[in-house]
């Protein structure tokens, strides 16, 4: 098998033989990958999260906005709002990727943050036809490589769902924004509920946060029901709740996870070893997706 395996990342994706791959398994990625290739691309769907996997995590050493970091924006929301949000980011983002904690631990306080934010966004009454300004305005960025990536899956017209616990509208603005909002695209996330003068009123539905994906997909059954035809899965995430964005499809029969280690590397490194099959570490392209994609669609 190591003979084969060597063959395969010398030949066809020498991607996967950079220092900054991790791989738990290397010869379950090598018959994953193989049987996917066989089966081609009518079989594949791709699963992604949105903050941090498609949109980078830093550049220039700088770190780029979640979705809801790009409305701290003086045209939408004032300053005691935004002193608000940057208080509760510091208080919960570090529960949210501590690597010491478990995720029944850090539910509760997910939940808390979330909810705060949106309820300070309601409260500032955010104006819909100012979105894509802020949008502008933001150093958000998709990883380097985002283009190939997006054109590629609509040619081969390969379904993508964008699972996401950001803002819909916004993750949806900053696609646009990049020219790659191909019609291949389905998008889960928080979405924002205008009133008729164009103010934000409430988020719609039920709300999705880092670690609720497996409820959210099985909410949208109906949206994996038309995707049965299609068993073989690459799924792309950042944090270990990402996992559980495919939980919504009952039959797969391939599936290979791909894993973005953005922050605290030293200490989730293990953990993320041994939940993806494929671990990046501070990789803030598309590459190995791409390589990948390239060889199996
Ligand atoms: O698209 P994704 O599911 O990754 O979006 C969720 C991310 O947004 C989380 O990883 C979290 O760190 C970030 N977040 C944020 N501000 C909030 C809530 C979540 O930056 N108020
Ligand atoms: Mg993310």
């Known amino acids: 098998a190591l003979a084969i395996w060597h063959?395969?990342?010398?030949?066809?994706?020498?991607?996967?033989?950079?220092?900054?791959?991790?791989?738990?398994?290397?010869s379950r990625v090598e018959t994953t990958i193989q049987a996917m290739h066989r089966a081609g691309p009518d079989?594949?769907?791709?699963?992604?999260?949105?903050?941090?996997?498609?949109?980078?995590?830093?550049?220039?050493?700088?770190?780029?906005?979640?979705?809801h970091n790009i409305l701290d924006n003086d045209l939408l929301i004032n300053d005691a709002c935004k002193k608000r949000i940057r208080e509760l980011l510091n208080i919960y983002y570090p529960i949210e990727i501590d690597?010491?904690?478990?995720?029944?631990?850090?539910?509760?306080?997910?939940?808390?943050?979330w909810t705060s934010v949106h309820e300070l966004l309601i409260q500032q009454k955010i104006r819909k036809d100012l979105l894509a300004l802020a949008v502008e305005q933001s150093s958000a960025m998709l990883r380097e490589g985002y283009r190939v990536f997006f054109d590629h899956l609509q040619q081969q017209?390969?379904?993508?769902?964008?699972?996401?616990?950001?803002?819909?509208?916004?993750?949806?603005?900053?696609i646009r924004q990049n020219h790659v909002f191909h019609p291949n695209i389905h998008v889960i996330s928080n979405?924002?509920?205008?009133?008729?003068?164009?103010?934000?009123?409430?988020?719609?539905?039920?709300?999705?946060?880092?670690?609720?994906?497996?409820?959210?997909?099985?909410?949208?059954?109906?949206?994996?029901?038309k995707l049965r035809e299609r068993p073989n899965v690459l799924l792309l995430g950042d944090s270990l709740g990402d996992l559980t964005m495919a939980d919504g499809l009952a039959h797969t029969q391939h599936t290979l996870t791909v894993g973005f280690l953005n922050?605290?590397?030293?200490?989730?490194?293990?953990?993320?070893?041994?939940?993806?099959d494929i671990v990046l570490v501070k990789d803030e392209t598309m590459d190995v997706p791409n390589a990948i994609l390239n060889y199996i669609a």
């Open 7 to 26: 063959q395969l990342t010398k030949s066809e994706i020498p991607e996967l033989a950079k220092a900054s791959v991790l791989m738990r398994d290397r």
């Open 43 to 67: 079989a594949l769907q791709v699963i992604s999260d949105f903050d941090m996997t498609l949109s980078r995590f830093a550049y220039n050493g700088t770190r780029c906005p979640t979705t």
């Open 263 to 276: 922050d605290q590397v030293g200490e989730r490194r293990e953990s993320y070893i041994n939940s993806y």
């Open 99 to 113: 690597a010491a904690c478990t995720v029944e631990e850090k539910l509760p306080h997910m939940v808390e943050w």
């Open 191 to 225: 979405y924002m509920d205008f009133d008729q003068s164009g103010e934000l009123q409430a988020f719609k539905g039920p709300l999705i946060h880092t670690f609720n994906k497996r409820e959210g997909a099985l909410l949208h059954a109906a949206h994996f029901r």
């Open 157 to 174: 017209q390969v379904p993508l769902l964008i699972f996401s616990a950001g803002v819909g509208d916004i993750l949806e603005e900053v």
